[in-house]
């Protein structure tokens, strides 16, 4: 792709600014303009309470881990547990590698929980102890899938997420940029931060939003899209990482 594929083109990025710096990076790089708007805030768990939860449960033979955040949060506390680590994709993977950790199972393709619960290592599972270290809330089609194969499966949470809480300086100019057609796609990573977007912004800003195109890694963030903004145009991304949602965001922008 053109390193000037993005010429003109304004992408509203919603998570937050810490966590997008790649995917900003690389849109400015393609000639983009880049708008943050975090639609979601992730706050970590005091560490001497999930300590003190996870004392409580059963020692684990699996640990899932579920996102990036739930190895921020969660990695340090259960360092001392011996038991083979998964990821539920490629993200998640390298979040636990960077922090020293070695993962053992997950997916050979994709980047959801369909896709890990296809590894041989989750298919007998009857009577071992997994772990899911998540946020206060998610799918639960992992655990369920896991007890209906025999596994006793237990939560840790180690985080929670809350909508964010825009200042009215960023409402407005949220709204003028959608308004005056500077940005042309918007990108969401999850369900969740889908939810709290919609939550935060005004009806006149979500009703503008329709202009754009929402841009996701997950086909379902884009079902949710089109219940909960309908209307909107909505096109998927192969995979969640950087340069597959860059590249994604050329090829619609260079074809309109």
């Known amino acids: 792709m053109s390193d000037a594929g993005l010429a003109g083109c304004g992408v509203l990025i919603t998570r937050p600014e810490h966590q997008s710096q790649e995917l900003a990076a690389g849109v400015k790089a393609a000639g983009g303009d880049v708008f943050h708007f975090p639609a979601i805030d992730i706050i970590g768990r005091d560490m001497n309470d999930i300590r003190q939860e996870l004392a409580t449960l059963a020692e684990p033979d699996i640990i899932v881990f579920v996102s990036r955040n739930a190895v921020t949060h969660g990695l340090a506390a259960v360092k001392d547990c011996h038991a083979r680590i998964a990821a539920v994709g490629p993200a998640t993977r390298h979040a636990i590698e960077s922090a020293g950790g070695t993962v053992d199972i997950f997916p050979e393709h994709g980047f959801d929980s369909e896709h890990l619960l296809e590894h041989a290592a989750l298919q007998d599972v009857e009577g071992r102890n997994v772990m899911i270290v998540r946020g206060q809330s998610g799918r ?59 939550q935060i912004m005004p009806s006149q800003a979500l009703s503008l939003l329709r202009r754009s195109t929402l841009v996701a890694p997950g086909t379902r963030v884009l079902q949710t899209a089109s219940e909960l903004i309908p209307g909107i145009a909505t096109a998927l991304a192969p995979g969640p990482q950087a340069p597959t949602m860059i590249n994604t965001l050329i090829r619609l922008w260079q074809t309109g």
């Open 140 to 198: 639960e089609l992992l655990a369920e899938t896991l007890r209906e194969r025999g596994a006793n499966v237990d939560y840790l949470c180690v985080y929670e997420r809350t909508p964010y809480q825009p200042t009215p300086d960023e409402l407005e100019n949220l709204e003028s940029a959608l308004g005056e057609g500077r940005i042309r796609f918007v990108t969401v990573m999850s369900v969740e931060t889908l939810e709290c977007l919609v």
